[in-house]
């Protein structure tokens, strides 16, 4: 990814964030050698910590992404939590993208996207963006995904976002 925003963005300005706890227990710290290796590291912002600690931190300093990319715990609520979260640090027409969809837990939430956040949520199709076996594509007609993403068009529901009003905390929650 790093490599790819350099190729693009040739003045450097971009700066590639990831959270991930078990960088140093579990992957010792190889990719973060990696990035060093490339001398992809000036660029990069790493955070040593569960999602659910720092994407609270992020919105609170008012960090602002442009694609968020979800691939972490597959339990939904903690996939609920990176969700929630990551609407409040999109730009407009930020893209959020979630991996391993075909499990149930991701794909729960997935549907409960789908279902009640398409006024904030629209699908974004990354069919042009990913050559698929056959396979696949029987499993994609079947509704099943490895990957799904959407684009920010409208104001996340969220207490303390001026123009939410009290009708919005009442809204009805639609079955998923």
Known sequence: ILASLQEINKDNNFLHTAIDP????????????V????????????IEEFSCFSLPQLV?????????YIDGSHL???????????????????????????????????????????DILARVSLNKYIKKSLVKKVANRLGYSQLEAFKIIGTPR???NPTITSAAWNSKLKSF
């Not at 078990?22 to 050698?33: E, G, R, T």
């Not at 060093?36 to 990069?44: I, M, T």
């Not at 609170?60 to 968020?68: A, L, N, R, Y």
């Not at 990176?82 to 991996?99: A, Q, R, V």
């Open 60 to 68: 609170k300093s008012q960090e602002k992404f442009d694609i968020i």
């Open 35 to 46: 990035l060093d290796a490339e001398n992809l590291s000036q660029r990069f912002r790493f």
């Open 76 to 118: 939904f609520e903690n996939v609920f939590i990176d969700f929630y979260y990551s609407t409040l640090l999109l730009e407009k027409d930020g893209i959020i993208i979630f991996d391993d969809c075909a499990n149930s837990h991701v794909s729960k939430l997935i549907k409960f996207i789908k279902t009640n956040y398409s």
């Open 158 to 160: 969220t207490i303390g």
């Open 22 to 33: 078990f960088q140093k227990k579990s992957w010792k710290n190889s990719a973060l050698a």
